[in-house]
């Protein structure tokens, strides 16, 4: 194959690769820096030997980002408060039909539940439940048994399964939720915002030590509300809310004084809020802020 027919293979299965990086690590530049690694040292390879360009570049791409979230692991543990994954801003979806067909996207709670594997465990329920490798080729990846991979993917299901949860929430009644709740904060509502969020709901807060969040998850719906309600009071009309498509599904965006402050991603049980995961460190927020095109407010 000629390398311009290459270079477009290539190309072509960026995204996946990308994806795979991502749901790895967490992070949008240190999964475009896998995939750099992974196109140098495909360049670097001899082209003859490779039979299958996608089987070995998602190999590469998945080794790579297991390497690099081990690092990544160990620098976590001083990370100053509680860590979420950094948002990732995708296409917007009008229709719940749309949110469906964009399934391979990784959620910020799942990615967040995915913390608690393993390297290789991660990359065994990534690959196979999300991006849907069949089981043979995710044993040549992680260097396992047929056997052993389903067994890793078992138990990596019953170790999320405590903290995913268990219902079946459809993209309509998602949709609904996340805009009403969006417009409760916009106008100010107390009572329809406590309404909208689950008696026992949480929330958690990333600042990364570079502005305020809580050092823990904070519970309970009525304190979530009236925290929500609070920064109406103290910003008024310089407060605004706005919505966008992160990690596939619909998220609020906080402006105050036209720039952005944080990120809220929504996660409901079908009938009222039971997560709210707010993105308030800057250094998360810049990739966002520049793909949609608006300033990002930064502490002093």
Do not use: C
Not at 50 to 67: K, P, S, Y
Not at 118 to 137: N, T
Not at 245 to 262: D, M
Request: glycine share 8%.
């Amino acid at each position: 194959m000629a390398t311009n027919d290459l270079n477009a293979v290539f190309h072509a299965l960026r995204p996946r690769l990308q994806g795979i990086a991502y749901g790895m690590l967490g992070s949008v530049a240190d999964a475009e820096d896998v995939v750099q690694d992974v196109w140098l040292r495909w360049h670097g390879a001899e082209q003859s030997l490779i039979e299958n360009l996608e089987a070995w570049l998602v190999t590469a791409t998945t080794r790579t980002a297991i390497d690099r979230l081990r690092a990544l692991k160990a620098r976590r543990e001083y990370y100053v408060g509680m860590w979420l994954p950094e948002p990732l801003l995708t296409e917007g979806p009008d229709t719940p039909e749309q949110v469906q067909e964009r399934s391979s996207e990784v959620s910020v709670a799942l990615l967040l539940l995915l913390e608690r594997l393993s390297p290789e465990a991660r990359a065994a329920f990534l690959l196979r439940e999300v991006f849907d490798v069949d089981y043979p080729q995710i044993a040549r990846i992680i260097d396992k048994n047929e056997a052993g991979v389903r067994q890793i993917v078992h138990r990596a299901k019953a170790q999320l399964q405590d903290g995913r949860p268990r219902y079946t929430v459809s993209a309509e009644a998602h949709l609904r939720i996340v805009r009403r709740f969006a417009q409760a904060m916009a106008n100010g509502e107390f009572k329809l915002l406590t309404a909208l969020l689950a008696d026992d709901a949480e929330l958690v807060g990333d600042g990364g030590g570079r502005t305020t969040a809580f050092p823990r998850p904070m519970p309970g719906g009525r304190r979530i509300a009236q925290l929500l309600y609070a920064g109406k009071l103290r910003f008024k009309s310089d407060l605004r809310i706005d919505m966008a498509t992160v990690n596939g599904k619909l998220a609020i965006l906080r402006y105050i004084g036209g720039k952005l402050e944080s990120v809220l991603a929504i996660e409901i049980d079908g009938e009222r809020v039971t997560d709210v995961f707010v993105q308030r460190n800057p250094e998360k927020l810049a990739g966002l802020a520049a793909g949609l095109g608006v300033e990002l407010l930064t502490p002093l």
